[in-house]
């Protein structure tokens, strides 16, 4: 009978027992001997995937890969000691995930030549603080840390001017903001050094995000300047990705136009022929959806030619809300469109 793990994913072990149950490799509350064989098999195998590996002791990558292998893949693994990764050079692609890192990890002084993917691990946060990379050598084309808990901080990783950095979904509490900060500073450096634009703005939005000194009140003369700041600040990151994320603008500009559209139904306005175009709800039974519609088109219309300064004159707002209206939407008009087109001089000079 073979060993009767299982992984999530419906991977299976081939190893056979005589009773069908776990192998020594899956297997929790190794004896003794069964931590001796555990390394045993480990070197004579040769092993290069390691699923639903249970290690008990410390594992030190150098002593129990001593054979040449050509992609490395530990998956759903548990490590219950010091996962030791480090003073090792990794020539082949390189795979860690789903995997519980219950005490320290460490890759200090360790070098990647070809790819590494770090994926949904977590990490034992007391080792939080800890500088698990420090010294690394990342030669690789890729290197990918992507929803892992706890992920710890990066100081001290060495990057080539090749290897690009990919940091995803790596959140921090209010407690540890500030690794978050110095992770996604590491990745938006490492972002700009490669000229990869796609990720430069998701890095500076993370790393303003984890900034607990972005801005300090004690920076400005008084606290009307200190609120503008906080206030252009969130708009920038909320809006626009602190000027990287254009399709988000585009968004709020739809969005703002859409709503004074409706503030101009309900207002009304007059067209070049002196009628007064106005949505009267004492006779909303006699609109259809086709009206309705038909209707709201006339005011996103107005509202679009008034967002963008145009004015063609063909329409007018009625009283003196309406104007109110009008010169809000006509500040915000001139704001926006001049972020807009900031924002798309300096991609194309990128």
Not at 3 to 23: A, P
Not at 101 to 121: A, G, H, P, W, Y
Not at 204 to 209: M, N
Request: glycine share 4%.
């Amino acid at each position: 009978m073979n060993c009767k793990w299982k992984s999530k994913s419906g991977k299976i072990c081939n190893r056979h027992l005589r009773k069908g149950q776990l192998c020594v490799f899956h297997k929790k509350n190794k004896t003794k001997r069964e931590n001796i064989l555990f390394k045993h098999y480990l070197k004579k195998e040769r092993i290069q995937e390691f699923f639903g590996f249970i290690f008990e002791e410390d594992f030190d990558i150098s002593d129990l890969v001593d054979y040449d292998y050509n992609y490395m893949r530990f998956e759903e693994c548990i490590f219950y000691k010091v996962a030791d990764f480090s003073n090792f050079v990794f020539k082949g692609k390189v795979e860690i995930l789903n995997c519980r890192f219950l005490d320290k990890v460490l890759f200090s002084n360790s070098t990647f030549d070809d790819d590494l993917f770090i994926r949904k691990n977590y990490f034992n946060s007391k080792t939080i603080d800890d500088k698990i990379f420090k010294q690394a050598n990342i030669n690789a084309q890729s290197f990918e840390l992507t929803g892992n808990i706890n992920l710890p901080r990066l100081d001290g990783i060495v990057f080539s001017k090749e290897s690009r950095f990919i940091l995803r979904d790596c959140q921090y509490d209010i407690d540890h903001s500030y690794i978050g900060k110095v992770n996604y500073t590491i990745a938006q450096i490492q972002a700009e050094r490669i000229h990869d634009t796609k990720n430069i703005g998701y890095y500076t939005y993370y790393e303003r995000k984890y900034s607990n000194n972005t801005i300090n009140r004690k920076d400005f003369r008084n606290y009307s300047e200190y609120l503008l700041s906080k206030i252009l600040n969130y708009i920038a990151r909320e809006f626009m990705g602190y000027g990287e994320h254009l399709s988000k603008l585009f968004f709020y500009i739809i969005s703002i136009i859409s709503v004074f559209a409706i503030f101009y139904m309900l207002i009304g306005v007059t067209d070049s022929s002196g009628n007064i175009l106005r949505f009267d709800f004492q006779n909303i039974n006699y609109y259809s959806a086709f009206d309705v519609l038909k209707l709201y088109i006339e005011f996103w219309y107005f509202s679009l030619i008034t967002f963008s300064t145009v004015g063609f004159g063909d329409m007018a707002i009625n009283g003196i809300i309406g104007k109110l209206l009008v010169c809000i939407e006509v500040f915000i008009g001139i704001t926006v469109q001049s972020t807009w087109s900031a924002l798309i001089i300096r991609r194309m000079f990128r």
